[in-house]
């Protein structure tokens, strides 16, 4: 059994060059995921905290944003509650990004890697990361949250793993149902 007390540093399998058809078999499996193990409604619920003025035009930036099913979640709730919200993603796997562009053209989506945002993106108010900060060693992540503390206007929002055995395990058998990818 692996050793939860501690990230793991062994790569995913969306880290791997894949085939673009199990990879966005693997990203509408992942949508499900988060849709129904509540992945979308914690960074929800984060992003609505911060955002207090219903007259201005947030710009959301998510970091690492896959096939940007998060994004999507945050743009229904915001049309919902009638906040004014612009969507930018950036991910360094171009197969995401036009899964993200085919998907949702309505939300801006930028290959790119941490200085894509850092160099390009002046400003955001605020900056979103989810499932993405655990590839991350501790001194790397303490240096990116400085650093996404540097271009946010508003606030983060970070919504990544709790290392478990109920989490690894529920996975495994939601990676079983999903035959196996």
Same mark, same amino acid.
């Given at each position: ?5 501690? &990230? ?16 966005f078999?693997?990203? &509408? ?5 988060n849709?129904?193990?509540g992945?979308?409604? %914690? ?8 955002i ?10 998510? *970091? ?5 099913? %998060? ?7 915001a ?21 993200l ?12 890697? *941490?200085?894509?945002f ?5 400003k955001a ?18 240096? *990116? ?8 206007? %508003? ?20 990676t ?6």
């Amino acid at each position: 059994m692996p050793d939860f007390t501690k &990230r793991s540093r062994l790569p995913e399998l969306m880290d791997s060059p894949v085939p673009k058809d199990l990879l966005f078999k693997n990203l &509408r499996e992942l949508e499900i995921l988060n849709r129904y193990l509540g992945g979308h409604k %914690t960074s929800i619920e984060g992003i609505s905290k911060l955002i207090t003025d219903k007259d201005k035009i947030y710009h959301v930036v998510d *970091l690492g944003c896959g096939g940007g099913d %998060t994004l999507m979640a945050i743009d229904q709730w915001a049309k919902k509650n009638k906040i004014k919200i612009r969507l930018t993603g950036i991910d360094k796997n171009r197969d995401v990004i036009d899964y993200l562009k085919i998907k949702h053209p309505e939300i801006t989506a930028l290959i790119g890697d *941490l200085d894509l945002f850092f160099h390009k993106i002046h400003k955001a108010d605020i900056v979103h990361c989810s499932l993405f900060c655990h590839h991350f060693d501790d001194d790397e992540l303490k240096n *990116l949250i400085k650093a996404m503390y540097n271009k946010v206007e %508003t606030g983060l929002v970070i919504n990544d793993l709790q290392r478990s055995p109920a989490a690894y395990y529920s996975t495994k058998a939601f990676t079983f149902l999903f035959n196996g990818s």
